[in-house]
């Protein structure tokens, strides 16, 4: 722990969010930990052009500006949402030695870029809760849970499975399920994969967890941990496995290991996951 | 042309139909072509087991027999809807020569298994519509165009870029995106690449776009032609590009050749596109 002040920059890879966000946030980490951390909102982050908070450009140069920025000490992915993925992927080649010593955390589309930074080693990529999550239910507590673990870097925060000191990652499904095949997919052998949904009807979380269990690069993973599959629509039928069946199934299928539940979702209650390996503190 | 009558053996690797379906569709093979052509519904059409005509291994095991039967001429997928990817993927490696001379048609989830049988070099996969399109508008004209190529084996219901002599394949985008990464993927360097999709919102076009673009297999096709997107549901916010702008955006980002637009789609105007090289008669 350290009484320097923690500067966390904030960006919008997909969609934008909205100036009385940004203040509700800021308030919370200034009540919270008042000169102990100060939040920094890109301008980029109010942008809009179509689905999108400012154009591939605007969003692709305000992420580098921030990583290669030595007075940051962490980026926070502010929103997700379709568009990480449209980012120009140079920009993973243009990352300085302040970039590398980061912390960039968010989860869901944000999930495109925790998969390439931690394919090319940059940094320190983090599933957590992001500031879109303060109007959910107990948003608040989402929003405490990064400040703290940005604030103070101890593990009270973390997903319990996540500290075994084997390498773990975490991902929305169908966002994993579109990693597979490309370039930004990191080789997931001997890690913990946690995984989560949201919105999805049931035959496509089946239909991606095809994907998923079907890549080498996931075959060899030390085995699936199922968080929570939110919101799930009805069916015209009812699709005749539950969630966790089916995840069960396909690891059956492909030989991985299904491990159990992660405490990870689409809620206020979305545990922090550091990919990677973490000792218990 | 010959006067032999043609078997063609129905099966549904995703969810079932109804007899009525079958009656009705086998009533029009009977009018058009009388004995020049008899359908033969394998009964797992008519199962039932959640989402799915029938258990993985029903489902398999009939697709398995009618295509290893001497009888048959040709296997035509009755229904898309998902679930083909739940096929034991044994069943390639027990495919028999009889199995080998047959055509196999339909699109949509069926797409898994042409991509399949085209990447094992099975036989003749066919992307073309199924019996499932016979309550659309005009959906009678798409059976007698499946019927007619099967029948008299002529092009004149080919999509016609799909007669230059360059290898071909046609797929709902969603279902290439996850076939990328997993080994069901066949090599599609030099070919012409149809694309269609139905009820998709943009933005996971857009998405599926960045998988399929991305993907090595994919990246050295000759091309892409895009086929129809239809009943694109409203966004909460127009996404700012039509589908195929994005598209080519995403082929030009790729340097992937964008070549125009094909004549395929979830429709009754769906022409056919036979997998690999044909040349036009």
């Given at each position: 722990m350290t009484n320097a002040t923690k500067h966390i920059a904030l960006v919008c890879p997909g969609g934008p969010i909205s100036r009385e966000l940004a203040d509700n946030v800021a308030d919370i980490a200034q009540k919270e930990h008042g000169d102990r951390v100060r939040l920094h909102f890109h301008d980029q982050c109010f942008f809009s052009c179509g689905h999108f908070a400012g154009t591939d450009t605007e969003r692709s140069e305000a992420l580098l500006a921030v990583a290669n920025d030595p007075k940051f000490d962490a980026v926070w992915f502010a929103r997700g949402g379709y568009g990480a993925a449209r980012l120009d992927e140079q920009l993973f080649t243009k990352l300085n030695?302040?970039?590398?010593?980061?912390?960039?955390?968010?989860?869901?589309?944000?999930?495109?870029?925790?998969?390439?930074?931690?394919?090319?080693?940059?940094?320190?990529?983090?599933?957590?809760?992001?500031?879109?999550?303060?109007?959910?239910?107990?948003?608040?507590?989402?929003?405490?849970?990064?400040?703290?673990?940005?604030?103070?870097?101890?593990?009270?925060?973390?997903?319990?499975?996540?500290?075994?000191?084997?390498?773990?990652?975490?991902?929305?499904?169908?966002?994993?399920?579109?990693?597979?095949?490309?370039?930004?997919?990191?080789?997931?052998?001997?890690?913990?994969?946690?995984?989560?949904?949201?919105?999805?009807?049931?035959?496509?979380?089946?239909?991606?967890?095809?994907?998923?269990?079907?890549?080498?690069?996931?075959?060899?993973?030390?085995?699936?941990?199922?968080?929570?599959?939110?919101?799930?629509?009805?069916?015209?039928?009812?699709?005749?496995?539950?969630?966790?069946?089916?995840?069960?199934?396909?690891?059956?299928?492909?030989?991985?290991?299904y491990l159990g539940r992660a405490d990870i979702g689409h809620d206020a209650d979305n545990k922090i996951v550091p990919f990677g390996a973490t000792l218990c503190a």
């Open positions: 030695d302040y970039a590398n010593r980061k912390t960039y955390i968010g989860y869901s589309d944000a999930g495109f870029l925790l998969a390439r930074l931690h394919k090319e080693n940059i940094g320190h990529p983090v599933h957590g809760p992001m500031p879109t999550d303060l109007p959910r239910n107990n948003g608040e507590t989402a929003i405490k849970r990064v400040l703290e673990f940005l604030v103070s870097g101890d593990t009270s925060e973390i997903e319990p499975n996540a500290l075994s000191g084997k390498p773990v990652a975490a991902f929305n499904i169908t966002i994993l399920a579109h990693l597979c095949g490309t370039d930004w997919l990191p080789d997931l052998s001997g890690h913990v994969i946690m995984l989560e949904d949201v919105a999805e009807y049931l035959y496509r979380i089946d239909r991606a967890m095809f994907t998923i269990t079907s890549n080498p690069k996931i075959a060899n993973a030390a085995g699936i941990r199922l968080g929570r599959v939110s919101d799930i629509p009805e069916n015209d039928r009812p699709f005749g496995e539950s969630d966790e069946e089916l995840i069960k199934n396909w690891c059956a299928r492909k030989n991985i290991p």
